[in-house]
């Protein structure tokens, strides 16, 4: 599985768009694009996911560059319930299915 | 819809107790997953159960953990003769069919063995 690379943490200022990197540079051509947050005190959220082309739902909107090497999860309009950590992981939709988050991006939104 | 219900949200219990958790995944989910996440850690996978497959008990810490699933509805995991080592948030995942990486979790049973 390939390795994802993300900030330890960023602010963003509340009714503002929130945009989160990830790096996943050797992601290989049947990996997806995962991500998934948690809320203090709460079971993780799964958010949205992509393979190659731009995803968007009622939630945020996944920009993956054309490499697939790197992506962006945005939050359009962060509300301080948007607070929590979030997680990128890349996975292939084979037999495995053990979900496994790595340090994530801390996020807090401000007012 | 209805989302992963889990009863109990909270269970205190004594060391050498049995413990039954249920979970109620959403309708239509072919897979259910249990994970358990101790204070300030990550996902620790236990259980999964896909149809009527055989399930993945790779991740069961030891014999005193048990689960059972009907169909592809309610899920209970059984831990036997608890230990302080066992509080931890019990959390319960299901997906839809042949999307096992689009989890949608319940609450979490917080337990604590005293």
């Known amino acids: 599985d390939a390795k994802t690379t993300q900030p330890p943490s960023m602010d963003c200022a509340e009714g503002r768009a929130a945009n989160l990197p990830c790096n996943h540079s050797?992601?290989?051509?049947?990996?997806?694009v995962y991500w998934y947050r948690q809320i203090h005190s709460q079971g993780p959220q799964y958010i949205i996911h992509?393979?190659?082309n731009n995803e968007t739902n009622e939630m945020a909107s996944l920009i993956i560059t054309e490499d697939r090497k790197s992506s962006t999860l945005i939050l359009p309009h962060a509300t301080l319930r948007d607070t929590a950590v979030y997680y990128c992981?890349?996975?292939?939709?084979?037999?495995?299915?053990?979900?496994?988050f790595g340090a994530g991006t801390t996020v807090t939104v401000r007012a | 819809g209805a989302g992963v219900s889990q009863s109990p949200s909270n269970k205190v219990t004594e060391k050498g107790k049995d413990v039954e958790l249920r979970c109620d995944p959403i309708?239509?989910?072919?897979?259910l997953y249990w994970y358990r996440q101790r204070l300030g850690q990550g996902l620790e996978f236990l259980i999964y159960?896909?149809?009527?497959?055989?399930?993945?008990k790779s991740g069961l810490p030891s014999d005193r953990f048990s689960a059972e699933r009907t169909g592809e509805s309610v899920s209970t995991l059984t831990i036997q003769r608890t230990q302080q080592e066992d509080s931890a948030v019990y959390l319960c995942?299901?997906?839809?069919?042949?999307?096992?990486?689009?989890?949608?979790f319940g609450p979490g049973t917080r337990l604590t063995v005293t």
């Open positions: 995942a299901s997906s839809p069919p042949h999307r096992p990486y689009e989890q949608y």
């Open positions: 050797t992601i290989s051509g049947n990996e997806y």
């Open positions: 992509g393979l190659k």
């Open positions: 992981i890349v996975e292939s939709r084979g037999n495995d299915y053990k979900l496994s």
């Open positions: 309708s239509g989910h072919t897979a």
């Open positions: 159960f896909q149809g009527n497959s055989a399930p993945d």
